[in-house]
């Protein structure tokens, strides 16, 4: 015989199975229809691209870019003198 306790904790966890599936499952259906939209959307700029090249409208080659001047260097600080007591000293 089964108590009821026990019969009242098999039916939670039935219940709690059920909802994780549903949110496995609704995850999943976010997750491919975001995938759908991230592939049409690559497909277009990839469609429109083409249609640029053969019509030769290609964009412009950047002009090369002049090498900037090489910055000065800062003058060096000047080092405080090193203690002439050791640290590791005790008093």
Known sequence: MTTSYVLQRQEALRELKQLERQSEASAMKLAAESAVAQKAASDAR???KLKRI???D???TPAPKAKAEPKA???PKAKKPASKK???RRK
């Open 73 to 75: 260097k800062a003058a």
């Open 58 to 60: 290609a964009p412009a």
């Open 46 to 48: 990839i469609a429109e």
């Open 86 to 88: 050791s640290p590791f």
């Open 54 to 56: 053969e019509s030769g």
